[in-house]
């Protein structure tokens, strides 16, 4: 096994300090439920996993739930259809239905737009 490169040690290591001092208030608990392998579950995992590393990048934590593989996970979400993200954290709480293509919906959905075109860090979008 090869050792990792200094420059590419220190960056990993400042990434994982980035995420581990950052304030539970700042980390999103996100939960995707998909219903296996079909094109909309994957569109819905890309496109939100692309969000997450825009917006959210070290700040998130995003489990992927296959309905069908883990049904008693869905026990007491109320999921009434699939793909459905819930943002645990931070409060409130939020629900999303759909394939997250529509980004500015997703934004809003996760509190990290205020206003369309404004984000929560006041940079323009």
Same mark, same amino acid.
């Given at each position: 096994m090869n !050792?990792?490169p200094s #420059?590419? $040690? %220190?960056d990993? $290591?400042?990434?994982f300090e @980035?995420?581990?001092?950052?304030s539970?208030? %700042? =980390?999103?608990v996100?939960?995707?439920?998909?219903?296996?392998?079909? &094109?909309r &579950?994957a =569109?819905?995992?890309?496109?939100? *996993?692309?969000i997450?590393?825009e917006?959210l990048?070290g700040?998130?934590d995003?489990?992927? /739930? %296959? /309905?069908? @593989? @883990?049904?008693v996970l869905t026990?007491?979400? *109320?999921?009434?259809?699939? !793909?459905?993200?819930i943002?645990?954290?931070?409060?409130?709480?939020?629900?999303?239905i759909? #394939?997250? &293509?529509?980004? #500015?919906r997703?934004?809003?959905?996760? #509190?990290?737009?205020?206003a369309p075109? $404004?984000?929560?860090?006041?940079k323009q979008?």
């Amino acid at each position: 096994m090869n !050792p990792m490169p200094s #420059d590419e $040690h %220190d960056d990993l $290591h400042a990434t994982f300090e @980035q995420a581990a001092n950052a304030s539970p208030a %700042d =980390r999103y608990v996100l939960r995707l439920y998909v219903t296996g392998l079909t &094109s909309r &579950s994957a =569109r819905a995992v890309k496109n939100l *996993q692309a969000i997450c590393d825009e917006y959210l990048a070290g700040r998130y934590d995003l489990e992927v /739930i %296959d /309905i069908y @593989q @883990q049904p008693v996970l869905t026990r007491g979400e *109320q999921i009434i259809a699939a !793909p459905t993200l819930i943002k645990k954290l931070p409060l409130p709480m939020r629900r999303i239905i759909g #394939d997250m &293509s529509n980004r #500015d919906r997703v934004l809003l959905g996760l #509190d990290l737009v205020l206003a369309p075109g $404004h984000a929560v860090d006041g940079k323009q979008r």
